[in-house]
């Protein structure tokens, strides 16, 4: 075995052969690359991805040991450390600056199950390492405090620079707020109109959020003015359209997109999630019965040209977690985990590409 003299430049030489594949720009020109240590026939250096739910981490990492070895040598010892750091568009926001992606769920039709997959959505990404928090904006269902079993819990309140700011709650590693946490049940629905948009900029402009990757905002189903405050109140990085496969909930589907697609809302569309796609019982996992039909979600987003992220399946244990107050991807048992962590993933991934390529999404001005 041959020594050779490796040095950072080389280095980076052979790493920018490797290309970001969603990106479509090479590891060193989209500043990926950091911490090279050279050695004698030895090699580390640190890939920084733009989310830790990367599905193409070992991708990359494949590529840059295949690049050091092909550009230089064979006989090298390639070690690639892969870290993240979220990319966002939202840097010098003036509400909630710590937050780097704000990211709406939105459905047409109620029922479909959009707390179920925002509320897993946001623990698989807690999972693959990011900062996450939830922003349960359903004023007609607050079910996101049932579903992390917190509906007993209370946000606190603490006084900052002579304002008071409301500390969201944290459960199992994620940090949310519901006007469900403000208001006994049952007396949500109650909360019309101006009162329930004034609880939402509550929840950004008085909320001390820190530092987060994503913020989910559950959205109540159809269009509202919810919607209408939530984009006059932050940028909001993109949505996330959630339907199932049945004609009725495809049909209201159209209608949320074509809503954020509006040129004066202008959020660019994330993806689409099809829920409940197709039935699987426990005992039969690889038995899938498509119960709502089929193939609605991936004509829905062909239409609209957005990306497809994923099908998630009506399983019962789905139901039950989020019942117990412990969403189904917490168990890694269940079906449905593997399913949520690959939407999540799907998800992460848009996000960095809408962060790479779109402008920054700007805050709806009202005309009056
Ligand atoms: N993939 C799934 N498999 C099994 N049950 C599910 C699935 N997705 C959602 N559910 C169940 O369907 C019901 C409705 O779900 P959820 O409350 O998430 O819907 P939603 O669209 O947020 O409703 P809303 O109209 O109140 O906003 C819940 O009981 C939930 O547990």
């Not at 807690?126 to 904006?137: E, L, Q």
Request: proline share 6%; net charge negative.
């Amino acid at each position: 075995m041959g020594e050779f003299t490796i040095n950072k430049e080389k280095v980076l030489q052979a790493l920018s052969t490797v290309q970001e594949p969603d990106l479509k720009k090479d590891l060193v020109t989209l500043g990926m690359i950091r911490d090279i240590e050279v050695g004698v026939n030895q090699v580390s250096f640190t890939v920084v991805l733009t989310t830790p739910a990367c599905p193409l981490k070992e991708l990359i990492r494949r590529s840059c040991v295949e690049a050091i070895h092909t550009q230089l040598s064979s006989d090298i010892d390639v070690k690639v450390n892969l870290t993240a750091d979220v990319t966002s568009t939202r840097s010098g926001a003036s509400v909630i600056p710590g937050v780097k992606n704000v990211i709406a769920i939105a459905s047409g039709k109620g029922g479909v199950g959009k707390s179920t997959v925002t509320a897993n959505l946001a623990l698989a990404l807690h999972r693959s390492g990011a900062k996450v928090g939830i922003i349960d904006a359903d004023i007609y269902g607050p079910s996101i405090p049932v579903m992390f079993g917190a509906e007993d819990l209370q946000p606190t309140i603490t006084p900052k620079d002579g304002k008071n700011y409301i500390n969201p709650i944290r459960q199992y590693g994620i940090k949310m707020i519901s006007i469900g946490f403000l208001t006994p049940p049952d007396s949500a629905v109650v909360w019309r109109g101006p009162m329930a948009s004034q609880a939402l900029k509550q929840f950004f402009g008085d909320t001390d959020w820190g530092e987060l990757d994503y913020l989910l905002i559950d959205l109540p189903p159809g269009t509202s003015d919810i919607h209408l405050t939530l984009v006059q109140t932050v940028p909001v990085t993109g949505a996330v359209i959630v339907t199932t496969p049945q004609k009725v909930a495809l049909a209201d589907a159209n209608k949320g997109l074509a809503m954020f697609r509006q040129p004066q809302i202008n959020v660019p569309i994330l993806g689409v999630i099809e829920n409940m796609a197709y039935f699987t019982p426990a005992e039969l996992p690889d038995n899938k019965y498509y119960i709502f039909g089929q193939g609605g979600g991936v004509k829905l987003a062909e239409r609209y040209q957005v990306p497809f992220l994923g099908q998630i399946p009506l399983v019962q244990s789905i139901r039950e977690a989020g019942d117990e107050g412990r969403p189904a991807v917490m168990n890694t048992e269940s079906v449905g985990t593997e399913a949520f962590r690959d939407a999540a993933e799907a998800l992460a991934q848009q996000v960095a590409i809408r962060n790479a390529g779109l402008e920054k999404t700007k805050v709806v001005e009202m005309r009056v």
